[in-house]
């Protein structure tokens, strides 16, 4: 069911979102028009929501991000929210598969003045990462994964090699209205979320956590994993660490 239909709060959700970014001027006349012209153009309307897009903003602008990528383009919706967040001789790769979004985003992100820091890739994002790894591209200090959420588990591993320690990586819709604890679903898009929290909780070289949303596109959440290092500790190194590990819980349990 559509979540403005239902009686769950989600029309107070949409009011409140709404009442936020009025309050806090967290839209524009530049972001409307990209909105307009991407509904105009017919492109679904599933870009972040404006308060959305201005956490995106204050978290690349937190991390003094110089090189961003985003995987999932549309209108450039959130690619004009992050690309805000660039200094002067920054840039923002953002790669999608359609050629009818791409044309979109670049005609937006023009009218918004950042052509000279965006650079839209047109193509299956799994072939995109492959070549930016193969081409030895530097790390990107944020990304931001917002296409196919079956392709999520593969876009994150690629993510961690063109990341350095202290990347940030954002991930959208992530609990689905509350459909990411079913571990029966046979829904695709559930499925690659749950795996990627599979890949996430097993993966050392990340701190991670997850937030729930509520608001204009109803009830979802995002994903933050900080990349904390880039290899895994080296087996030695963890069975001396283990061995000292428990050492001191040995010692702990004669001192009690
Ligand atoms: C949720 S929309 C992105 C919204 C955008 N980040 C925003 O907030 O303004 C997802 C986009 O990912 C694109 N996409 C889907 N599968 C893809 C793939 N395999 N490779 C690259 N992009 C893909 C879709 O065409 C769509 O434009």
Request: proline residues 4%.
């Amino acid at each position: 069911m559509p979540a403005n239909e239902s009686n769950d709060g989600s029309e107070l959700w949409d009011a409140v979102d709404v009442f936020l970014s009025g309050k806090l001027g967290t839209t524009d006349a530049i972001l409307e028009a990209a909105w307009q012209a991407s509904a105009h153009a017919g492109l679904p309307p599933i870009q972040v929501t404006p308060n959305l897009g201005r956490l995106l903003q204050l978290l690349a602008q937190t991390q003094g991000a110089k090189r961003i990528l985003e995987i999932g383009t549309l209108g450039g919706y959130s690619t004009i929210c992050l690309a805000r967040a660039l200094p002067p001789g920054g840039c923002l790769v953002s790669l999608e598969l359609e050629t009818r979004h791409a044309r979109v985003a670049r005609k937006n992100i023009k009218r918004a003045g950042l052509q000279k820091l965006v650079t839209i890739e047109v193509g299956d994002a799994k072939q995109l990462l492959a070549k930016l790894v193969a081409n030895k591209t530097a790390p990107f200090d944020f990304i931001f994964l917002d296409a196919n959420k079956d392709g999520y588990p593969e876009y994150f591993r690629w993510s961690l090699r063109l990341s350095r320690p202290g990347t940030l990586i954002v991930v959208d819709n992530i609990v689905r209205r509350g459909a990411v604890i079913d571990g029966s679903s046979s829904d695709a898009n559930v499925r690659g979320v749950r795996q990627l929290l599979d890949l996430i909780a097993a993966e050392p070289r990340v701190s991670a956590t997850a937030i729930q949303t509520v608001g204009s596109k109803g009830y979802d959440g995002f994903v933050l994993a900080r990349v904390t290092r880039l290899r895994p500790a080296a087996a030695g190194l963890r069975r001396g660490r283990r061995k000292s590990e428990s050492r001191g819980q040995r010692s702990a349990a004669f001192a009690s």
